[in-house]
């Protein structure tokens, strides 16, 4: 179950310094939160995803497609851990070869378990949003949609069937086929 640890104020260093005890540590504008081992549907949605995404994130060099464990400081004084994320290409300086130096994702994925829904929904979306990740996908297993959100949205764009991605104008789109991602949970 993902939870806040209240009453003290988390900075990434003292995150990093908690032990390896299988449990994921996130913090987010000082607050920890705290996530126990994922359940197997989840892992299965996130292998599809993979599997969805990353010909293409190669193909158009878009970056790198990575999953969690990692240690991505996007903002100073936080410390996320997406389930499964796009790290954008940096111009000229080649591949990335320490989480420190991811300072942009294009994409950051989450899928939801019982635990973790509030947080992923309301302190990391509003965080992702602040930090100008260029899009945000929140995979709920139970109801089978994505809901999609970028910067500036209020609301999510709710897709059930499919989702068109595009994280550049001058490139076609990847179409997902929810179906076959909620199918490895049959």
Same mark, same amino acid.
């Given at each position: 179950?993902?939870?806040?640890? %209240?009453?003290?104020? !988390?900075?990434?260093? &003292?995150?990093?310094?908690?032990?390896?005890?299988?449990?994921?540590?996130?913090? *987010?504008?000082?607050?920890?939160?705290?996530?126990?081992?994922?359940?197997?549907?989840? &892992?299965?949605?996130?292998?599809? /995803?993979?599997?969805?995404?990353?010909?293409?994130?190669?193909?158009? @060099? /878009? #970056?790198?497609?990575? $999953?969690?464990? %990692?240690?991505?400081?996007?903002?100073?004084?936080?410390?996320?851990?997406?389930?499964?994320?796009? %790290?954008?290409? /940096?111009?000229?300086?080649?591949?990335?070869?320490? !989480?420190?130096?991811?300072?942009?994702?294009?994409?950051? *994925?989450?899928?939801?378990?019982? #635990?973790?829904? +509030?947080?992923? +929904?309301?302190?990391?979306? +509003?965080?992702?949003?602040?930090?100008?990740?260029?899009?945000? $996908?929140?995979?709920?297993?139970?109801?089978?949609?994505?809901?999609? !959100?970028?910067? @500036?949205?209020?609301?999510?764009? *709710?897709?059930?069937? %499919?989702?068109? !991605?595009?994280?550049? +104008?001058? *490139?076609?789109?990847?179409?997902?086929?929810?179906?076959?991602?909620?199918?490895? /949970?049959?």
């Amino acid at each position: 179950m993902g939870m806040p640890l %209240a009453s003290h104020r !988390w900075t990434p260093s &003292q995150v990093l310094a908690l032990p390896a005890d299988g449990n994921r540590y996130e913090c *987010i504008d000082g607050e920890l939160l705290v996530t126990p081992s994922p359940r197997l549907l989840h &892992q299965r949605a996130l292998r599809a /995803l993979y599997d969805a995404l990353g010909d293409y994130v190669r193909r158009e @060099a /878009l #970056g790198e497609l990575l $999953w969690s464990p %990692a240690d991505i400081e996007i903002e100073p004084d936080t410390l996320v851990q997406p389930d499964l994320f796009v %790290a954008g290409a /940096l111009p000229g300086a080649g591949r990335v070869r320490e !989480w420190s130096e991811i300072t942009h994702l294009r994409l950051a *994925i989450e899928v939801l378990s019982p #635990g973790t829904a +509030r947080y992923d +929904r309301g302190l990391k979306r +509003r965080f992702y949003q602040r930090a100008g990740v260029d899009e945000y $996908w929140i995979v709920d297993l139970d109801a089978r949609l994505v809901e999609r !959100w970028r910067p @500036a949205d209020d609301r999510p764009e *709710i897709c059930t069937d %499919a989702l068109d !991605w595009s994280p550049e +104008r001058t *490139i076609q789109p990847l179409r997902v086929d929810l179906g076959v991602v909620f199918a490895e /949970l049959d």
